[in-house]
C-alpha cells in the first residue's frame, strides 16, 4: 500500500464506534475527529464514505445553541476549536443538514475575532506601549482571554474559505484583519511562536508548528509572503521536530513549481490529527489543498 492508503486504513480503524476519533485512544475529541473529516472527503471507497458519514453525524451532534464546539463532549465551554470543525462542516455543505449549523457557526468564530475598539483596556496598552491582550484582529483559545497565534491563524483559514464558499464579504474582511495580526506578530527570527509579541515571548525563538500555520493563513488570503519568514520555514522543514510542524510548513509552501521536500527522517505521528494532517499533505501534493481557497494554485 502507498503511504497515504496506509494512513486512510490506519484512520478508519481508530475511528471510535460513536463516529468521532481520539488523539490517542479514549473519548472523541472535536479537533481530531474534524481534521480526519477533512482528510477523508477526497476518498471514494465505500469504508472511507461510512468513515465520513458517521463523523458527520458525531460532530453535527456534538454543536453547542451557540453555534460553537468544545473540545469533546465532558466540556461545556466553547473554544477556538470551532474554527476547524466549522472547516470541516463547509467541505461537506451539500449535506442538508449542513447549512443551517453553518450559519450559527461563521456568527460564533465571528464574534471571537478581536475588533480594532478604543477599549479602556487598549487605551492603556498604547500608552504603556505594550501589545494589548485583545489585540485586533486576534483570537483568543477560550473566549475573552487573550489572543494567540495557532487560534487566528486557524479562524482565518475558516473564514477565508467561508467568504469565497458563501459569497461573504464581511468575513472577508474579518479575516484580512487576523492577517494583519499575524503579520504584526513575527519574532525577531521572522517566524512566529505561540504568542509573538513582547509580554508573550517575540523575542524567544519561533516554532515549525505556528510558522508554518501563520504562513498557511496568509498563503490563503493572497498575502505575499514575507522571504526571510519563507526562508525560516524551509530550514525548519529539513529538521522540523514533529510532522505536525512539517506538515504545516509543506501545506503553507507547496506549490507546483516548488515542492517543499521531505527531510531524510519524517517524525513519526504522535496523534490521529498527526495522521490526519500527513494525509492531506500527501492530497495537497496531487493539487488539492483543503486549506487553499477553491481555484488557488496548489
Known amino acids: 500500500m502507498s503511504e497515504a492508503q496506509t494512513l486512510v486504513a490506519k484512520l478508519i480503524a481508530s475511528q471510535n464506534p460513536d463516529g468521532g476519533w481520539p488523539y490517542h485512544k479514549g473519548i472523541s475529541w472535536s479537533e481530531p475527529t474534524a481534521?480526519?473529516?477533512?482528510?477523508?472527503?477526497?476518498?471514494?471507497?465505500?469504508?472511507?464514505?461510512?468513515?465520513?458519514?458517521?463523523?458527520?453525524?458525531?460532530?453535527?451532534?456534538?454543536?453547542?445553541?451557540?453555534?460553537?464546539?468544545?473540545?469533546?463532549?465532558?466540556?461545556?465551554?466553547?473554544?477556538?476549536?470551532?474554527?476547524?470543525?466549522?472547516?470541516?462542516?463547509?467541505?461537506?455543505?451539500?449535506?442538508?443538514?449542513?447549512p443551517d449549523k453553518l450559519d450559527s457557526a461563521l456568527a460564533w468564530i465571528a464574534s471571537q475575532v478581536?475588533?480594532?475598539?478604543?477599549?479602556?483596556?487598549?487605551?492603556?496598552?498604547?500608552?504603556?506601549?505594550?501589545?494589548?491582550?485583545?489585540?485586533?484582529?486576534?483570537?483568543?483559545?477560550?473566549?475573552?482571554?487573550?489572543?494567540?497565534?495557532?487560534?487566528?491563524?486557524l479562524s482565518a483559514l475558516t473564514l477565508l474559505r467561508a467568504a469565497q464558499q458563501r459569497n461573504r464579504p464581511d468575513l472577508r474582511k474579518l479575516a484580512d484583519q487576523s492577517c494583519a495580526y499575524l503579520l504584526s506578530r513575527r519574532c525577531m527570527d521572522s517566524g512566529w511562536n505561540h504568542g509573538g509579541s513582547s509580554t508573550r515571548s517575540e523575542d524567544a525563538i519561533s516554532y515549525p508548528e505556528t510558522t508554518g500555520l501563520a504562513l498557511l493563513a496568509l498563503r490563503a488570503a493572497s498575502v505575499s509572503l514575507p522571504a526571510q519568514s519563507v526562508a525560516l520555514a524551509t530550514t525548519f522543514a529539513t529538521q522540523p521536530g514533529s510532522i505536525e510542524g512539517l506538515s504545516w510548513i509543506q501545506l503553507a509552501l507547496e506549490s507546483p513549481a516548488d515542492s517543499i521536500p521531505d527531510p531524510p527522517q519524517i517524525p513519526l505521528p504522535r496523534t490521529t490529527?498527526?495522521?490526519?494532517?500527513?494525509?492531506?499533505?500527501?492530497?495537497?501534493?496531487?493539487?488539492?489543498?483543503?486549506?487553499?481557497?477553491?481555484g488557488s494554485l496548489v
Not at 36 to 63: E, G, I, K
Not at 143 to 150: E, I, L, N, R, Y
Open 114 to 153: 478581536y475588533p480594532d475598539d478604543l477599549s479602556l483596556s487598549l487605551l492603556l496598552s498604547k500608552a504603556l506601549h505594550l501589545p494589548p491582550a485583545h489585540a485586533p484582529g486576534s483570537v483568543a483559545w477560550y473566549p475573552g482571554t487573550a489572543g494567540w497565534v495557532t487560534p487566528t491563524a
Open 273 to 294: 490529527r498527526d495522521c490526519a494532517l500527513r494525509l492531506l499533505l500527501l492530497q495537497a501534493r496531487q493539487h488539492r489543498n483543503v486549506f487553499l481557497p477553491e
Open 35 to 98: 481534521f480526519v473529516l477533512l482528510a477523508l472527503q477526497s476518498d471514494p471507497t465505500p469504508q472511507a464514505l461510512s468513515a465520513r458519514q458517521a463523523a458527520l453525524r458525531w460532530l453535527l451532534s456534538q454543536q453547542k445553541s451557540s453555534g460553537g464546539w468544545s473540545p469533546n463532549p465532558d466540556v461545556a465551554e466553547c473554544t477556538s476549536v470551532t474554527s476547524v470543525a466549522t472547516l470541516a462542516l463547509l467541505s461537506q455543505d451539500s449535506h442538508p443538514s449542513v
